[in-house]
């Protein structure tokens, strides 16, 4: 079955630190996963997704088949990256769903 | 930049009466979503609407939740008799075509069931 695990709730870092988000995955065959980001008070948009390999907002984000990853990067976090981000998956074998991670609080202090 | 729109924001209910939350999709996209997000929970697909019809369901989405676009244009889902635990954001998505392609959200709606 496909799984989105995201396995830390709250990340917590000041201003020019790197950031880390993790996602882990389960998923049969070849996955193609996003990574959908809410700013305070708006509405859930898609970040970035594997198989465009562009860098949005200076984040990036690099599938590893091996480990089943999915760890989305920053080197310099900025204030207005503050925000819940939620790994996603998307459709596969019929189904039309996204199913997501729990999602995970970046908080990015000045 | 159109938007998928979503009303009302907040609405609040009292247990066993039906809500109808409405969502007002980009005019081109023929794919629609609902999904909701219990408080600290993650977000739930519950249904897939695509020409006039219900694709795809979830096991949450039982007899008391139903969709329609009976104008063409606003999305609605329909709690007919809301319990406790249906409080959650809802929201609305909608995509242009297949499945490879961006689900836009709406900004959701805040269903309080007391």
């Known amino acids: 079955a496909q799984r989105v695990t995201q396995p830390e709730k709250l990340l917590s870092v000041f201003k020019g630190a790197p950031v880390e988000l993790k996602c882990n995955y389960s998923?049969?065959?070849?996955?193609?996963l996003f990574w959908y980001v809410q700013y305070s008070r708006q509405r859930l948009q898609l970040l970035l997704r594997?198989?465009s390999r562009e860098s949005i907002k200076g984040f990036t984000a690099d599938l590893n088949k091996g480990e089943t990853s999915f760890h989305l990067k920053k080197p310099f976090a900025q204030e207005e990256d503050s925000a819940m981000y939620y790994c996603?998956?998307?459709?596969?074998?019929?189904?039309?769903?996204?199913?997501f991670g729990k999602g995970m609080k970046l908080t990015v202090n000045p | 930049e159109p938007e998928v729109t979503q009303t009302p924001s907040h609405q609040v209910t009292q247990m066993g009466q039906e809500v109808i939350l409405r969502c007002v999709p980009i005019?081109?996209?023929?794919?629609f979503y609902w999904y909701r997000q219990i408080l600290g929970q993650k977000v739930e697909f519950l249904v897939s609407?695509?020409?006039?019809?219900?694709?795809?369901k979830s096991e949450i989405f039982d007899d008391q939740f139903s969709v329609e676009r009976p104008d063409g244009s606003n999305f609605t889902l329909k709690i007919r008799s809301t319990k406790l635990e249906d409080s959650a954001m809802y929201f609305c998505?909608?995509?242009?075509?297949?499945?490879?392609?961006?689900?836009?959200f709406g900004q959701g709606t805040r269903l309080t069931v007391v």
């Open positions: 996603a998956l998307p459709p596969q074998g019929g189904s039309e769903k996204l199913v």
């Open positions: 998923y049969s065959g070849s996955p193609e």
């Open positions: 594997h198989i």
């Open positions: 005019s081109n996209h023929l794919y």
């Open positions: 609407f695509y020409n006039n019809e219900i694709s795809e």
């Open positions: 998505a909608a995509r242009t075509q297949g499945f490879d392609t961006e689900a836009f």
